[in-house]
């Protein structure tokens, strides 16, 4: 739903918190959110390692894109919208290779972690060093918190369901997922300023 909102919103230009050289990458992360929903919900009718791949590539499509607009706008446009697809192509291969490797029965998931954690330990240098020309970093620390939040919460699933008895880390994973990309949506449609034409 938040990806579809947020689709909604850019299909018509460039919200006044954003960057219109960053459009792409704004509509690859609403896009990328999409398909999290749709390839999730294949996974979860019928978990399996071959399901699972269509659950991890969108996720890969949106962190990336995520990425390159952190980078866009902190440091620069041009260079945020020509890392863009390279990052998402990488993303991407990063999970098929893993695929690959899991059914030669040798899974083997790190560059998959490191397309992950990489750009999360560089994000938060880059909105320390580098000022954005918008205001409202702090929507984009909400994002990475409630990323940061949510793996932990995968990682504390079974924990997290004795101790509430009614929701599990999972669970809470996937809502913690969807809260990020709101607070994106919001930073795109309340930051200021912006050099974006509602036409662009």
Not at 103 to 122: E, I, K, M, N, S
Request: charged share 10%.
């Amino acid at each position: 739903m938040v990806g579809a909102l947020g689709l909604r919103i850019l299909s018509s230009g460039c919200p006044p918190g954003g960057l219109t050289e960053l459009l792409p990458a704004y509509r690859a992360f609403f896009a990328g959110m999409v398909l999290v929903g749709v390839g999730s919900l294949y996974y979860h009718l019928d978990p399996t390692n071959a399901t699972l791949v269509w659950d991890r590539l969108p996720m890969t499509i949106s962190f990336m894109a995520f990425f390159a607009a952190v980078v866009g706008e902190h440091l620069s446009p041009a260079l945020g919208r020509r890392l863009l697809w390279p990052l998402v192509v990488l993303g991407l291969a990063t999970v098929l290779y893993w695929h690959l490797t899991e059914t030669a029965g040798r899974g083997d998931l790190r560059p998959y972690a490191l397309v992950q954690f990489l750009p999360l330990a560089l994000m938060p240098l880059i909105l320390l060093r580098h000022p954005s020309r918008l205001q409202g970093t702090r929507y984009l620390w909400a994002v990475l918190a409630a990323y940061a939040l949510a793996k932990g919460a995968e990682a504390a699933d079974a924990w997290i369901f004795g101790a509430t008895g009614f929701i599990s880390g999972h669970s809470l994973k996937h809502l913690l997922a969807a809260g990020g990309g709101d607070a994106f949506l919001l930073a795109l449609r309340q930051r200021h300023p912006s050099n974006c034409d509602l036409a662009g």
